[in-house]
């Protein structure tokens, strides 16, 4: 069950909050509860939170602190910031820190669950976002970063190799597709990709692995044959090599992953 965290140094306001999301919640969400910046931080340490609803004025850790600091963990919950100032600076700060919404004290309950549904959409989104982040290979993101401009043999070899894929192609077979000596071509390759012509095949043809696990039905085995491997025992034992993972075990992270964003 996710989590919903509501920090505020008023009692009264803090309850009233938790109730109000407990009822509309039905158990979706479990909601917690804290009394202090410090507090909120102290929990967040050793659990996760989809949501923060906090007070903006609170002693030793306000409101913008907390949210500037939770900005800096690795999966930081989205955030509603409440406040009895309408205070244009405070709000133009929260915007800044990525504040999804700003309430006003004394709280409308309707107002409220408003919020916290856009949040929770946003936060989705944000889940959406890092998992597809996480599908691309590091390295392969570098080769096509808009800065790197590539040769016009690069060029061609990467949209080859792309086009050949699911085929046996090799370094030789695209230096002849190129009409260039194949030698010269693999340093020049590598000069510019910082990649070998090997690796980079092998780091394309997982990738594409990884999009057709967690985006078709398709079999483990008729995945190695479209990614370009003759046996899925190869197949199996590459995939693992470099994602840390069998194909099945990754499919299977991907769905529960999306489970949970559901």
Same mark, same amino acid.
Request: proline letters at 4%; hydrophobic letters at 35%.
């Given at each position: 069950?996710?989590?919903?965290?509501?920090?505020?140094?008023?009692?009264?306001?803090?309850?009233?909050?938790?109730?109000?999301?407990?009822?509309?919640?039905?158990?979706?969400?479990?909601?917690?509860?804290?009394?202090?910046?410090?507090?909120?931080?102290?929990?967040?340490?050793?659990?996760?939170?989809?949501?923060?609803?906090?007070?903006?004025?609170?002693?030793?850790?306000?409101?913008?602190?907390?949210?500037?600091?939770?900005?800096?963990?690795?999966?930081?919950?989205?955030?509603?910031?409440?406040?009895?100032?309408?205070?244009?600076?405070?709000?133009?700060?929260?915007?800044?820190?990525?504040?999804?919404?700003?309430?006003?004290?004394?709280?409308?309950?309707?107002?409220?669950?408003?919020?916290?549904?856009?949040?929770?959409?946003?936060?989705?989104?944000?889940?959406?976002?890092?998992?597809?982040?996480?599908?691309?290979?590091?390295?392969?993101?570098?080769?096509?970063?808009?800065?790197?401009?590539?040769?016009?043999?690069?060029?061609?070899?990467?949209?080859?190799?792309?086009?050949?894929?699911?085929?046996?192609?090799?370094?030789?077979?695209?230096?002849?597709?190129?009409?260039?000596?194949?030698?010269? #071509?693999?340093?020049? #390759?590598?000069?510019?990709?910082?990649?070998?012509?090997?690796?980079?095949?092998?780091?394309?043809?997982?990738?594409?692995?990884?999009?057709?696990?967690?985006?078709?039905?398709?079999?483990?085995?008729?995945?190695?044959?479209?990614?370009?491997?003759?046996?899925?025992?190869?197949?199996?034992?590459?995939?693992?090599?470099?994602?840390?993972?069998?194909?099945?075990?990754?499919?299977?992270?991907?769905?529960?992953?999306?489970?949970?964003?559901?």
């Amino acid at each position: 069950m996710k989590n919903i965290l509501v920090v505020d140094d008023e009692p009264r306001t803090r309850e009233g909050i938790r109730k109000t999301l407990e009822m509309w919640s039905s158990g979706r969400y479990r909601i917690e509860i804290a009394a202090s910046g410090g507090e909120a931080l102290s929990w967040l340490e050793s659990h996760e939170a989809s949501l923060l609803v906090t007070d903006i004025r609170m002693p030793e850790i306000n409101g913008l602190e907390l949210v500037e600091r939770i900005g800096r963990m690795p999966h930081p919950p989205v955030v509603i910031i409440i406040s009895g100032h309408s205070d244009f600076e405070y709000a133009r700060t929260a915007l800044k820190f990525g504040v999804v919404d700003y309430l006003l004290k004394p709280l409308d309950k309707t107002k409220l669950v408003q919020a916290v549904e856009t949040a929770l959409q946003r936060e989705q989104l944000n889940d959406k976002i890092e998992r597809m982040q996480k599908l691309v290979d590091p390295k392969l993101l570098e080769t096509v970063r808009e800065e790197k401009v590539y040769s016009p043999q690069v060029q061609k070899a990467l949209l080859y190799i792309d086009e050949h894929l699911a085929e046996s192609v090799s370094l030789r077979e695209t230096a002849e597709h190129l009409h260039m000596n194949a030698s010269y #071509f693999s340093v020049h #390759f590598k000069e510019q990709t910082g990649l070998t012509f090997s690796d980079y095949v092998t780091r394309r043809r997982v990738q594409r692995a990884k999009e057709l696990l967690t985006g078709t039905r398709l079999s483990i085995a008729e995945v190695a044959e479209h990614a370009g491997y003759q046996t899925p025992k190869y197949f199996v034992k590459v995939f693992r090599d470099l994602e840390g993972v069998s194909p099945g075990q990754y499919r299977q992270q991907w769905l529960d992953q999306d489970a949970k964003i559901q």
